[in-house]
């Protein structure tokens, strides 16, 4: 054995010696304290009377077992080494140490396991007491520098590295080495499940921000806040900052932690579990000596005294600016950049290829590591039928990627394009502009404060504003399928309180998960929350009108896209609409354009009945309806047809159509129509 083991050894040889011993030690003392006459002195002459007559039982057993020590002792030399690597990685001075390694002894050896159990007064193997750890340290139960060694602050206990055990007498309590310490001590870098869980295969990038980060390290900051809102590389700020400095990190995600079994996320966790999850990654970077680089950090705002005690420099990634009242210190703060085109192609190059890397690619608002993530998803995809990945299978693996977070996200199976728009060509022409203003949004947010300062976000809102079925929903549906986003839509009903105060904080969880998906926020029939603020004439006036003030200053802060649908456009307040990029207005088709929606939804049909051909025209100038009545139309005749085991005619379309327009309240007054109908 070397050093550390063996002076601990030299413990255990001289602690089994003296519990042997004692009959004859407690005896002298018996005859040198026999005079005594005060009741302490006859208390202690008596025990040792009796002891002096009790033979250690275990001390056979105890003798065995330092033998069987011994004959393992060349394979133990490992362990003294890595003893000496922990206590310089976490500082630790001679004394702590030694309380250490006579506390992980017993997780290193069985026989050390017997001997603990037997000096602690146990019949079998057992950890060891406080007073036992003490005494094979070389220290007093009395000692105060000693006891303090075992304060919750203390090192020992502050990292992680020692537990102590129970509620009785701190010298009776037990010393616990975690499992994940005492594998260390015999070599095995292996993370335990709560690491696991969180950790990263995060993606250094360049971005501006990590030179600020370097710098902060190399000049020995323990603790530095990045600040990365929602289409920064926050992550990826940090992880290059460690690899300009030739650093190891280790990289976890809490917001991995909302992630339940059902698929949905909340970023509401269990604060225990946070706090468990910290301490390990804190323990691990220890044990590791690499930086801890942690995203998600401001679900740990209650944990910053793990992070701030950390023996390795930490750097934390949070979606929101550091708040002075976390802490008595000011770290150092750093906003994360955003990638630019070039690193955009040149991460969807390396992952996918250069055939998948188009335009529509480029644009998709992921992270550094989603991209990873995301190349190895859409590669398999394409292997299994034996060719290159496409843009296409990143699309999918990218909505993959951000399904299932919600009830409230809409994701169709199969993705809405532009091709599925039958608009009129101006409105089509602002749609298209909306889709490649937001593709865009990184490089031209990349040129300078174009947004503006004060509080304002790098989102973009959108008014789509027509009567119904002019398919503001389905444009909506394109936006975002053409982004590779999921659809947040929100039902009114769920948002407006009649509580004071409710709306607000409904409206508040609303933005902060659809920024937490990067999904574009649709509300429906927003006239209904969007209208005009009103002369206040009483209370509920009063409280109505900061609703919709906390709704103009919520979405001029949101870093995601908004589109806003209403039937009626002049029941939206002047204020929106200067907080509007784009107001799109949807005609009711004319005669055109409805002969363009008829054909677009009979295409979708295998083919209709040849002895009873659809007459477009006249549909299409008989029937002044929207898009939707047209699509519901066409569904109409569709499940009448498979009904009567034929396809699709001019007749069934019209008793649909008729129906379409009773529902309606509408009648057909094209001479053509009812002259068919005689």
Not at 54 to 78: I, S
Not at 237 to 252: G, H, N, P
Not at 428 to 447: C, T
Request: hydrophobic content about 45%; some cysteine.
């Amino acid at each position: 054995m070397s050093e550390t083991l063996d002076d601990l050894r030299a413990a255990l040889v001289a602690a089994v010696g003296r519990r042997r011993d004692a009959a004859g030690q407690h005896g002298d003392a018996a005859g040198r304290d026999g005079g005594d006459a005060d009741a302490r002195t006859a208390a202690r002459t008596a025990t040792a009377t009796v002891a002096a007559t009790v033979a250690w039982p275990a001390a056979d057993t105890a003798r065995a077992a330092l033998d069987a020590l011994d004959a393992d002792a060349a394979g133990l030399g490992v362990v003294d080494a890595a003893l000496t690597e922990v206590g310089d990685l976490f500082g630790l001075g001679p004394a702590a140490l030694a309380v250490l390694a006579a506390a992980a002894l017993p997780e290193l050896h069985p026989a050390a396991h017997v001997l603990t159990g037997l000096l602690s007064g146990d019949e079998g193997p057992a950890r060891p007491t406080v007073a036992v750890a003490l005494e094979l340290a070389g220290l007093g139960v009395t000692d105060t520098a000693a006891r303090d060694l075992l304060d919750p602050r203390a090192p020992l206990r502050a990292t992680g590295l020692l537990d102590v055990v129970g509620d009785d007498v701190l010298i009776a309590r037990r010393l616990r080495v975690p499992d994940r310490v005492a594998a260390r001590l015999v070599g095995s870098y292996l993370v335990v499940p709560e690491v696991a869980r969180v950790l990263v295969a995060a993606e250094p990038v360049d971005v501006d921000g990590h030179a600020e980060v370097a710098a902060a390290l190399d000049a020995g900051e323990p603790f530095v806040w990045v600040h990365a809102p929602i289409g920064t590389a926050g992550l990826a700020t940090a992880v290059a900052a460690c690899r300009a400095l030739d650093v190891t990190c280790l990289a976890a995600d809490l917001d991995r932690l909302s992630v339940h079994v059902d698929g949905t996320a909340d970023r509401a966790v269990d604060p225990g579990l946070v706090r468990r999850t910290v301490r390990a990654l804190a323990l691990e970077a220890g044990l590791e000596g690499s930086v801890l680089v942690l995203a998600g950090a401001d679900l740990a705002v209650a944990d910053l005294d793990v992070l701030t005690q950390a023996v390795v420099p930490v750097v934390a990634v949070g979606r929101v600016p550091w708040d002075p009242r976390w802490g008595e210190q000011l770290p150092v703060g750093v906003t994360a950049g955003r990638l630019t085109r070039a690193q955009r192609e040149e991460l969807w190059h390396d992952a996918v290829g250069p055939r998948a890397t188009t335009a529509e690619v480029l644009a998709l608002r992921t992270t550094p590591q989603d991209i990873a993530v995301v190349g190895r998803r859409a590669t398999a995809d394409a292997a299994r039928d034996g060719r290159e990945p496409t843009a296409e299978d990143v699309r999918r693996a990218v909505r993959r990627l951000g399904a299932g977070h919600s009830s409230r996200v809409s994701s169709s199976g199969t993705p809405a394009t532009l091709d599925d728009l039958v608009l009129p060509e101006h409105t089509r022409r602002e749609v298209e502009r909306l889709i490649g203003w937001a593709r865009d949004r990184d490089e031209v947010l990349a040129l300078g404060d174009l947004q503006g300062k004060g509080g304002k976000g790098t989102g973009i809102c959108a008014l789509f504003s027509g009567s119904p079925g002019t398919g503001k929903t389905l444009a909506a549906h394109v936006v975002a399928d053409c982004l590779g986003a999921d659809l947040f839509q929100v039902d009114l009903s769920t948002v407006v309180d009649k509580y004071i105060g409710e709306t607000e904080k409904n409206l508040e969880r609303i933005f902060a998960q659809a920024e937490q998906l990067n999904a574009v926020l649709f509300f429906d029939e927003a006239d209904s929350l969007f209208g005009s603020r009103s002369a206040v004439n009483d209370a509920r006036d009063r409280y109505a009108n900061q609703e919709v003030a906390y709704l103009l200053q919520r979405m001029e802060a949101f870093e995601g896209i908004t589109v806003l649908a209403t039937n009626l456009r002049g029941n939206l307040d002047p204020a929106f609409a200067r907080r509007l990029h784009f107001m799109i207005h949807f005609p009711d088709p004319d005669s055109p354009t409805r002969a363009l929606l008829w054909r677009h939804h009979l295409d979708q049909l295998p083919g209709t009945d040849p002895d009873d051909p659809v007459d477009v025209d006249l549909l299409a100038q008989s029937l002044e309806i929207a898009g939707g009545d047209i699509r519901n139309i066409v569904l109409a005749a569709t499940y009448d047809a498979v009904a009567a085991g034929g396809l699709v005619g001019m007749a069934g379309l019209r008793v649909a159509a008729l129906r379409e327009m009773a529902k309606l309240g509408r009648r057909v007054a094209d001479e053509r129509w009812t002259a068919a109908d005689r």
